[in-house]
């Protein structure tokens, strides 16, 4: 399909004015950019569009350079079908390292999600595994930087026909995009007259709740409910956040749009029990559901899924740190995300929706002066390192959260999934 008809698709099924308030969010909200700071986009090829509103809104901010890197379902596909065993071992290390090197020289960094959820659920897992794990280890150098927080960074979505139609999969490919698209701005809360207006009341809310939680300074967290008995033990000199957050740099930032979720970091050795996952969770091409895992010691030590089991062994195999908390993050069951009623099968929106926790990679910013530590003091503090960082979510209406002081008594925090005032 030509671009010019590939456009003309787009703007027939997904209204244009709130693509480019996307875009303007995504700039002036997500990003916050600098005038004079270059700016690197990665996207999948169909959401051309949308790079360019973002591109133009950039530039109107100033921006020096915007630089976009684009990836493709059907050469993704591709390389499965037709591609030598040995190159599933092999990640392009020299692109991330460059994405490295422009975060060092002060590039922020925007991430377009909209790849079809079940992209490679029909190909070889443990072909499958080896890439992802590959690109893992690859895109380490530009993940410290980013869940550093030595830059700006965001991350926001466009309506591939192919997720909608996962996502409404009784509508025709253009009803579903459309119903997606729509789904997405409301999120995105770019249905308001003024979208950049409605973030920063939905910022003050979030920081609300997290001076809350730091306020009362947990040693750990307890959720209880169906199949889960957690306890997870937080790090030492832990930090809540939510909604916006100020990077190294100096500019403050909406990581995700749309984002319900107040998070901090779990210490790596401190977390006990079972935990089931409330919502499938969408990985590389793959779907995991009904995970089911044991932890001791602060490691999983058993893991089980309905479907995907396979993928999720070979995640937690990546390296140490995989099979270790990096997150956990708290999301009221009446998010609005929860409340539409959708499941998404897209991290970034269905994280959102409930409670969850991520194995892996920790967040630095997550520590009390966390800008200051270094990575030995992170660690010692009980901060994870891992080539990967992974939300699953765990939270419901029947989920209940207590805090655990640092005297041991216990203070509920939620109950049946919502905030006790």
């Known amino acids: 399909m030509s671009d010019f008809s590939q456009n003309n698709h787009a703007d027939a099924v997904i209204d244009p004015i709130k693509l480019d308030k996307l875009a ?17 986009i990665t996207a999948p090829v169909i959401a051309l569009p949308l790079v360019r509103r973002i591109a133009e809104h950039a530039y109107k901010a100033g921006a020096g350079l915007v630089t976009p890197f684009f990836s493709d379902e059907d050469m993704a596909l591709s390389r499965f079908q037709y ?14 390292q460059g994405m490295a090197k422009a975060y060092e020289n002060g590039a922020a960094r925007l991430a377009i999600t909209g790849d079809n959820p079940m992209l490679l659920s029909a190909q070889d897992a443990g072909k499958v595994a080896r890439a992802n794990k590959a690109l893992s280890m690859a895109y380490q150098p530009a993940l410290e930087k980013i869940a550093g927080f030595d830059i700006n960074w965001n991350i926001v979505s466009y309506p591939n ?14 009803v579903a995009t459309h119903k997606l698209a729509e789904a997405i701005f409301a999120a995105s809360r770019v249905n308001n007259t003024d979208p950049v207006a409605a973030w920063a009341d939905h910022n003050a809310q979030l920081r609300k709740r997290t001076k809350i939680l730091n306020e009362r300074n947990f040693r750990s967290l307890h959720f209880t409910g169906p199949d889960t008995d957690l306890t997870v033990g937080l790090a030492d000199g832990h930090e809540w956040h939510g909604g916006a957050s100020t990077a190294k740099n100096g500019i403050t930032c909406n990581p995700n749009i749309p984002t319900e979720e107040v998070f901090t970091t779990p210490h790596a050795l401190r977390v006990e029990g079972t935990v089931s996952s409330t919502k499938p969770l969408s990985h590389q091409g793959t779907i995991i559901d009904d995970i089911r895992v044991r932890f001791e010691g602060g490691r999983i030590v058993e893991a089980k899924a ?13 390296d140490e740190g995989a099979r270790r908390l990096g997150e956990v993050a708290l999301v009221p069951h009446s998010s609005p995300i929860s409340q539409s009623g959708l499941l998404f099968y897209n991290t970034l929106f269905d994280e959102n929706a409930a409670s969850h926790i991520a194995l892996g990679q920790c967040y630095s910013k997550c520590f009390v002066n966390g800008a200051d530590l270094t990575p030995e003091q992170i660690a010692a503090q009980g901060g994870n390192k891992s080539f990967i960082h992974i939300d699953w979510m765990i939270g419901s209406d029947k989920i209940d959260v207590d805090g655990i002081a640092q005297d041991g008594t216990s203070q509920p925090v939620m109950r049946k999934g919502e905030w006790v005032a």
């Open 83 to 96: 591609a030598p065993d040995e190159s599933f071992d092999h990640a392009s290390d020299w692109l991330y």
């Open 306 to 318: 309905s479907k995907g089991e396979a993928v999720l062994n070979k995640v937690l195999d990546t």
């Open 161 to 174: 026909p192919s997720w909608a139609k996962l996502v409404f999969p009784d509508d025709t490919p253009e």
């Open 24 to 40: 303007e969010v995504a700039v002036k909200v997500g990003l916050q950019l600098r005038k004079g700071q270059d700016l690197v």
